[in-house]
């Protein structure tokens, strides 16, 4: 009987190890993609995102001989609706570690018991629980998690399919258009111009590149935000199409060569496993702060702020913070220097609870990731595992220095205070609501902040226990 391939951020075909098995089993596939309670409840950019990379998907099966079969509804619902209209015996799928996924995994296997019910592996490079330290518990330090996979065999990565046996018929599919998963995103258009096309070939070939280019000089041309250092590969990781393992044995592979870059380059893919393994043995970690003393600081928690507003909409007065709002905004994409600069200044000068920034990057970021979010947000806040210690806050102003000597990057998103601003900086102002009342005539504004004297509040803040208690 056939085998449902239900994918969900998997979008991929090669090293797709349920997709392999089920191509090897030799029976009939059924794969099927669900906008489901884990699709509603992406913010407005991934949700536009992951729309492109099923479109993408759907293409590459269809050149297999195969469809992708889309359905909405709540995943076991429609799934029970599937296996009575095909006959189909399995629901097959790879598994993901945050809390929703985990209970949509969980459930599954009773909601659907005449069934096989299969998770697979191959969201991550190990597994969460594959992965113990000497005493058997799972990892609270970077540095021994990365010793640990540092020397794990990855083993090889499955070739795709070759050819999927077709069901003896199809059963209906709905249209992806109509699901309108691009509803809230006003912008997406510019979102789309800016940024590479979806998928698991346009993902390949940006892994190609970037290791035959640019993963030699990686370890210091990824921490300018202004130049293209790093490999822009999270979005396609987030999706899954293309797969952690394939990023690392290249790596592994140019490291062989002689690119000593490659070393960096491994240990940031790391920090997205390290990230899942600890979302995964910690999943309060995507609400609460980890450290349970960080519960009670007194975080300032009003999301509409005059601070926060400056904030999400680039008119803090420091460029540096403005310019990567507004190209978040306008691309769906930060970089990961900016990511620190703009995490530090919202919750340590601003004081402000961090999970109002984890939400803003959760509507914004097109590689949103719910493991990666949550754990880097807590690690600048300083209640995370691991973290950044409650005195490392980023000065905006030395960072720019370091990191945007020639006001560059600046100059490319901030618009206001140029004679013949580019066309990055003009798109910001075709992207924001009408509601938000600015536009590139305004005065660009002072600083909403003294940055000298919020560190000292801040640091007096932290410092003033016992919130801790
Ligand atoms: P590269 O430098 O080329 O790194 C290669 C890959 O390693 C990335 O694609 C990514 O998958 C992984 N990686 C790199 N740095 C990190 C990190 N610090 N933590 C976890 N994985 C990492 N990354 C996301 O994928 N999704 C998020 O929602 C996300 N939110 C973040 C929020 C904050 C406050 C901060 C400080 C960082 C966040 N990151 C997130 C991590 C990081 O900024 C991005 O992964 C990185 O900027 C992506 O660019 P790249 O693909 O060119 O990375």
Not at 261 to 274: H, I
Request: charged share 25%.
């Amino acid at each position: 009987s056939p085998i449902l391939l239900w994918f969900r951020r998997d979008l991929r075909l090669s090293d797709h190890p349920a997709l392999h098995a089920a191509a090897a089993s030799g029976r009939p596939v059924i794969p099927v993609f669900l906008c489901d309670e884990g699709v509603e409840a992406l913010g407005a950019a991934p949700r536009m995102r992951i729309g492109l990379g099923v479109e993408q998907l759907a293409r590459d099966l269809k050149d297999k001989g195969s469809r992708l079969i889309l359905r909405r509804g709540a995943t076991h619902g429609v799934l029970r609706a599937m296996l009575a209209e095909t006959g189909a015996g399995a629901v097959w799928w790879t598994r993901l570690h945050d809390p929703l996924s985990r209970r949509q995994d969980e459930c599954l296997g009773p909601q659907l018991e005449s069934v096989e019910t299969r998770a697979f592996p191959g969201h991550l490079l190990h597994e969460p629980e594959t992965l113990r330290t000497g005493a058997g518990g799972s990892f609270r330090s970077y540095a021994a998690f990365f010793r640990a996979l540092r020397t794990r065999d990855m083993g090889e990565p499955l070739p795709p399919p070759s050819r999927l046996t077709a069901p003896a018929s199809w059963p209906a599919t709905e249209r992806l258009e109509d699901w309108r998963l691009d509803a809230a995103m006003n912008r997406g258009g510019s979102i789309v111009a800016s940024w590479q096309q979806p998928g698991e070939t346009q993902a390949r070939a940006r892994l190609d590149r970037f290791v035959a280019e640019r993963i030699g000089a990686y370890a210091g041309a990824r921490d300018y935000p202004g130049r293209d250092g790093s490999s822009r590969l999270s979005e396609n990781l987030a999706y899954g199409e293309i797969s952690a393992r394939t990023c690392w044995l290249a790596a592994l592979a140019a490291l062989h060569r002689g690119e000593a870059g490659a070393e960096q380059f491994l240990k940031e893919l790391a920090w997205r496993d390290f990230s899942h393994h600890l979302l995964f043995h910690s999943p309060e970690l995507a609400t609460d702060a980890w450290r349970p003393e960080w519960r009670s600081f007194p975080w300032t928690r009003d999301t509409e702020s005059p601070l926060v507003s400056a904030w999400r909409r680039g008119r803090t007065g420091i460029r540096l913070v403005d310019a990567a709002m507004r190209e978040m905004y306008v691309t769906g994409r930060m970089h990961n220097r900016s990511r620190m600069i703009v995490a530090s200044l919202l919750t340590k000068h601003m004081l402000t609870d961090w999970r109002i920034g984890l939400k803003w990057f959760e509507d914004c970021l097109t590689d949103w990731d719910p493991a990666s979010n949550a754990v880097n947000w807590q690690w600048v806040a300083g209640s995370g595992p691991d973290a950044s210690p409650f005195f490392r806050i980023f000065s905006p102003k030395a960072q720019a220095k370091a990191y945007d000597p020639d006001g560059d990057y600046a100059r490319a998103w901030i618009a206001e205070w140029q004679a013949a601003p580019p066309s990055t900086a003009l798109s910001y102002f075709e992207a924001i609501p009408r509601s938000w009342h600015m536009s590139q005539k305004d005065t660009y504004p002072a600083p909403v902040l003294d940055l000298a004297v919020a560190r000292r509040a801040a640091l007096a803040a932290f410092r003033a226990r016992p919130w801790d208690q």
